[in-house]
């Protein structure tokens, strides 16, 4: 029997516990706030604007899992009327080169893949 050793890569299994991180991180809108505040902290009403097609109740949720799984962090400022800023945590920042990669990669393969579905739609379409 093979012995794995720490220079022998083990190979990836998404666990359940995986999937639901992900789920969590890699959602319509959480990719979307955790890219904007990799920029810096922003307000809720900043963050609406910036994300224009993302709804108050949606981006609400958005926040409330972020900081519930520590990628983001919530800050009340003692003003008047209180405001609440949020931030990139360590954690939220260490996902900003697999964010730039995914934008990347999604940039490179995006004529293809459009050409894919153009080619399935086609198929698929049914004969009148």
């Known amino acids: 029997m093979k012995e794995t050793t720490a220079a022998t890569p083990t ?4 666990t359940a516990e995986h999937r639901e991180l992900l789920d ?3 959602d319509k809108w959480s990719l979307q706030v955790l890219d904007t505040l ?4 922003r307000r809720f009403n900043e963050l609406r604007r910036e994300i224009p097609a993302v709804t108050q109740k949606s981006l609400t949720a958005a926040l409330r899992r972020l900081e519930r799984n520590g990628m983001i962090e919530r800050a009340v400022i003692s003003t008047r009327p209180v405001a609440v800023e949020y931030r990139i945590s360590d954690v939220g920042a260490s996902l900003q080169d697999l964010i730039d990669a995914l934008y990347a990669w999604t940039t490179a393969t995006l004529p ?3 050409r894919a579905r153009a080619r399935f739609d086609a198929d698929t379409t049914p004969e009148g």
Do not use: W, Y
Not at 11 to 14: C, D, M, T
Not at 38 to 41: A, F, I, K, V
């Open 11 to 14: 190979p990836h299994r998404l």
């Open 24 to 26: 969590r991180v890699l």
């Open 38 to 41: 990799c920029e810096g902290p």
């Open 112 to 114: 293809e893949i459009n």
